[in-house]
């Protein structure tokens, strides 16, 4: 049984019975099948699909995003937004993928030679919980789109998102089989990894589930994504525009309480700003406001799970009691559900636990740094290189710094953020693979040489 607990009050929400043994193997032949046929289906009728899924999203906004408020806490305003950016990506990519997706004419020796691009066939994606529709479309859509079939194995907590997910791709037309959610424990992922209909693997998760699952999948020779989270770091030099550096900061780092890849991890401060930023900063975090994410006044929502808040309290612990000083927050709030204060950590060492490790949760980590040099140093000396944001006026100087940076993405002068026109990803722990723009669309492809002499 699959059980998703609300957040906001800590009961249970709902059951989900899983599926049988039978039932599994009936989804896994059915993807297969539907496979073939959606394959061979021309590429302006799957993008007609598109069309027609994000006009149901947006027909089922409301009730989509209560949903995911209910099952996981995100605010009502982040949820409504996050659909919004669904029905987006399925547009954005009746505009490019044409031009992804086209043949590629070579000149060679031949009369004609050319590359094409072809599906890989039914693929599994496993998604994470904290962007419930988004992680799964930012995958599936683009995938489909190619002319690939998906099984979605979702995280056990937001069942009744992927549910949900499936019952609009049912109501947008696509044909039966070609988007199916799997209603399975985590321990059943191996097997589906493992069966031979499934030919590639997008995981959006931990350094740890991105082992098992990179494992699994080379055990079969498998190409898979991995979307593995990050600790960016948000550097802040002497010449940036302060004001807007700390507005920004805050939503960087607290919205969806914090429980984003890409969020604001590690603020490396120059040491001749670092007093007025953090003065400003504090000021900011003691303005959030926690509360029920269905309330318009609320600007903190609770953390999705039980076990997500006391890692977060374990981590702002450690580094307590290390030596660091905590101006604002610290502590779980007394009150119903899965509440954390907004909280912000500073008089930090690179030893620290909350250093090496990616902190999930509405806590900004505060470093004073003497010059770039140092922000660099700082900045790469984590496994991870997702993304990276830097704050200067001096474009040259942020040019030099964002090549020197080990990570996927680097933004200047804005929070990092995915963005269907541009590729999403990241190196080292981070994981390896792209997701969005060409390179996404070109993933689970079969680039194919075709030469006619």
């Known amino acids: 049984m699959l059980i998703s607990v609300n957040p906001t009050t800590g009961a249970e929400w709902a059951r989900y019975p899983e599926l049988t043994p039978g039932a599994l193997e009936q989804a896994l032949s059915l993807v297969e099948t539907a496979s073939g046929s959606w394959s061979r289906t021309p590429l302006d009728l799957r993008l007609e699909r598109l069309e027609a899924l994000a006009r149901v999203i947006e027909a089922r906004r409301e009730s989509l995003a209560a949903l995911a408020v209910s099952e996981m806490g995100k605010r009502l305003c982040e949820a409504q937004a996050e659909l919004d950016k669904c029905a987006r990506l399925c547009r954005q990519l009746q505009e490019d993928a044409p031009r992804h997706l ?126 593995l989270g990050g600790s960016d770091p948000w550097i802040l030099l002497e010449d940036a525009d302060l004001g807007s550096a700390i507005q920004a900061g805050i939503t960087a780092r607290f919205q969806n309480c914090g429980q984003s890849c890409i969020a604001a991890k590690r603020f490396l401060v120059d040491a001749r700003i670092y007093d007025r930023f953090l003065e400003g900063f504090v000021a900011e975090v003691r303005n959030l406001v926690p509360g029920d994410p269905l309330d318009a006044g609320t600007t903190l929502a609770p953390l999705a799970r039980e076990d997500l808040r006391d890692a977060l309290r374990v981590q702002v612990d450690d580094a307590r009691a290390a030596g660091a000083r905590i101006p604002v927050g610290g502590a779980p709030i007394d009150r119903p559900g899965f509440f954390y204060a907004p909280t912000v950590v500073t008089d930090l060492t690179a030893g620290m636990r909350v250093f090496r490790e990616e902190v999930f949760g509405p806590a900004a980590l505060v470093f004073k740094v003497a010059d770039e040099q140092e922000a660099l140093s700082l900045a790469g000396a984590t496994p991870y290189g997702l993304g990276a944001s830097i704050w200067t006026r001096d474009r040259e100087r942020a040019s030099r710094l964002a090549d020197a940076l080990p990570s996927g993405m680097v933004f200047v002068n804005a929070p990092v953020k995915s963005d269907p026109r541009l590729p999403f990803g990241g190196i080292r722990d981070s994981g390896f693979g792209r997701e969005l723009a060409a390179s996404g669309m070109r993933e689970f492809v079969n680039v194919r040489t075709v030469w006619m002499a």
């Open 102 to 227: 086209a043949d590629e004419p070579v000149a060679t020796e031949a009369r004609s030679s050319l590359i094409r691009y072809a599906p890989l066939g039914p693929l599994l994606g496993i998604m994470p919980w904290n962007f419930p529709y988004w992680q799964v479309l930012r995958f599936a859509a683009p995938a489909l789109t190619a002319g690939n079939t998906i099984l979605i194995k979702h995280a056990p907590n937001v069942t009744g998102v992927a549910c949900a997910i499936e019952a609009c791709f049912n109501e947008a037309g696509f044909p039966e089989g070609v988007f199916q959610a799997l209603r399975i424990p985590v321990e059943e992922t191996a097997r589906v990894i493992a069966d031979f209909r499934i030919r590639g693997v997008s995981l959006t998760g931990s350094p740890r589930a991105g082992r098992a699952v990179a494992a699994a999948a080379g055990a079969h020779l498998k190409k898979c994504v991995l979307e």
